[in-house]
């Protein structure tokens, strides 16, 4: 199974709007609306920010929020703020049962 | 309060075998999927492995099979994954992390995850 495709960094300034993009295929994120997303900063463990496509947790900001489009799901932060410096992975259950994660963004603050 | 503590990592011979184990508390253990999780150093994440709430489903990743074994004590609220024949590569962070919701088998998302357990391979 092929991680799938995220772009390496994404950066954006604080109270503007970036999104970052998955793209897998058919058989993962084209194929099941199970896509999350995951939010890590240096030395901690990932969060989970998306589950469902478009779904928060509860307690993850609104700033937050995700869609999907065929093979490809995006994640958009609204009102960038300095703590949303991170590492972003998505994450999709695949036709062999199984679950494969992109290669992760590292967005930045400016 | 959901918290899993990983524990067993350490520094290990390539060819070797290591034990890690998660205990879980703060939720009923028994009613959720559970999963391995690990990242290599300065790399992205990467699924290992899971077992569903009763141990009737278990997956592994293509690149891991016959090497790695997940299992799970639900009477002990523990997590465990067994990792044979080790690699270099295999050298990475561990994390547990539940599933979701309370289905037996929840190919949603990894809604909690523990610190990680640090396991080195090397000679």
């Known amino acids: 199974q092929s991680a799938l495709t995220q772009p390496a960094s994404v950066s954006g300034s604080p109270g503007q709007s970036i999104t970052i993009s998955c793209t897998g295929t058919?058989?993962?994120?084209?194929?099941?609306?199970?896509v999350s997303w995951y939010q890590q900063h240096p030395g901690k463990a990932p969060k989970l920010m998306i589950y469902?496509?478009?779904n928060r947790p509860s307690g993850v900001s609104n700033r937050f929020s995700g869609s999907k489009s065929g093979n490809t799901a995006s994640l958009t932060i609204s009102g960038l703020q300095a703590e949303d410096e991170a590492d972003y992975y998505c994450?999709?259950?695949?036709?062999?049962?199984?679950?494969?994660f992109g290669g992760g963004t590292k967005l930045t603050v400016l | 309060e959901v918290q899993l503590v990983e524990s067993g990592g350490g520094l290990v011979k390539p060819g070797g075998s290591l034990r890690l184990s998660c205990a879980a508390s703060?939720?009923?253990?028994?009613?959720?999927?559970m999963n391995w999780v690990r990242q290599a150093p300065g790399k992205g994440l990467e699924w290992v492995s899971s077992?569903?709430?009763?141990?009737?489903?278990?997956h592994y990743a293509d690149s891991l099979k016959g090497r790695f074994s997940i299992s799970r004590d639900n009477a002990k609220n523990s997590l465990y994954v067994q990792m044979n024949s080790l690699r270099a590569e295999d050298t990475a962070v561990y994390y547990c992390?539940?599933?979701?919701?309370?289905?037996?088998?929840?190919?949603?998302?990894?809604?909690?995850w523990g610190q990680g357990t640090l396991v080195t391979v090397s000679s």
């Open positions: 994450s999709s259950y695949t036709s062999s049962s199984n679950w494969v």
């Open positions: 469902d496509v478009s």
């Open positions: 077992i569903s709430s009763s141990s009737s489903y278990i």
């Open positions: 058919s058989s993962d994120v084209g194929g099941y609306n199970s």
């Open positions: 703060g939720f009923t253990f028994s009613t959720y999927t």
């Open positions: 992390a539940r599933g979701l919701s309370t289905s037996g088998w929840d190919p949603s998302a990894f809604g909690y």
